[in-house]
């Protein structure tokens, strides 16, 4: 079945410094890609989202482009800030409009 | 802005109660979800609802049931509490529309719920 593997963490990174956390899908068909951010004792907020091969969803310095030879949804951002510390959760909605989501990656981000 | 509400944050109860967790969105939203959330799988899938009344099974609906009497509102039993439900549980809710793979899911703040 349709289904989502992303990068184990947790990820430690300082500020400023470059991140990537790396999402692979399983899926029939096209489906649509996300990423949502948990902050802690939040629930989750959607992200960035791509709905086509090659789009590319970007907001508040994160980027993510749909590579359908790949396979992937990378989440990338230049420069991560304390305030960037959260788990991020790739996602997918498969054919039925169900979602499946990643485990989850932990994200801290060090002054 | 979009607003999904979960009526506790934290409960604590006990094996074998009967538990309900609400959960209300007031944007309208015809489609409802209930996941839970555990460390290292992510969020699973409960149950879902399209619109009032109707509901599907997700991928771990055992030991729980689900109501929607009305379209705001959407609510998770537990029917007999065991200790192995012990979890984070989200409700979210998403316009329902042709276009459903544009749409979204709106989350609410979570409830955790423990089980003694």
């Known amino acids: 079945g349709d289904s989502v593997t992303q990068m184990e963490g947790p990820v430690t990174l300082s500020e400023e410094a470059f991140l990537t956390i790396n999402c692979t899908y399983t899926?029939?068909?096209?489906?649509?890609l996300f990423w949502y951010v948990q902050y802690p004792g939040e629930g989750l907020q959607l992200l960035l989202k791509?709905?086509?091969?090659?789009d590319k969803g970007s907001n508040k310095g994160f980027e993510a482009t749909y590579r359908k030879e790949t396979t992937s949804f990378h989440l990338e951002k230049g420069s991560v800030q304390v305030s960037d510390s959260a788990v991020y959760f790739c996602?997918?909605?498969?054919?039925?409009?169900?979602?499946?989501f990643g485990a989850g990656t932990r994200l801290t981000v060090k002054p | 802005d979009v607003k999904v509400t979960q009526s506790s944050r934290y409960l604590v109860k006990r094996t074998g109660e009967k538990v309900f967790l609400e959960c209300v969105q007031d944007?309208?939203?015809?489609?409802m979800f209930w996941y839970r959330q555990d460390p290292g799988l992510g969020l699973r899938l409960i149950y879902f609802?399209?619109?009032?009344?109707?509901?599907e099974k997700g991928d771990i609906p055992e030991g729980y049931s689900v109501s929607r009497e009305k379209k705001e509102r959407f609510s998770l039993i537990l029917e007999s509490a065991s200790t192995n439900q012990t979890s984070m549980y989200l409700c979210?809710?998403?316009?329902?529309?042709?276009?459903?793979?544009?749409?979204?899911?709106?989350f609410g703040d979570g409830t955790r719920l423990s089980i003694l």
């Open positions: 979210a809710s998403r316009l329902g529309s042709g276009g459903f793979g544009n749409q979204p899911q709106h």
């Open positions: 899926a029939t068909g096209y489906p649509s």
């Open positions: 791509a709905t086509k091969a090659d």
């Open positions: 996602a997918l909605r498969t054919g039925n409009n169900d979602m499946r």
């Open positions: 944007m309208d939203h015809e489609n």
């Open positions: 609802s399209y619109d009032v009344k109707m509901k």
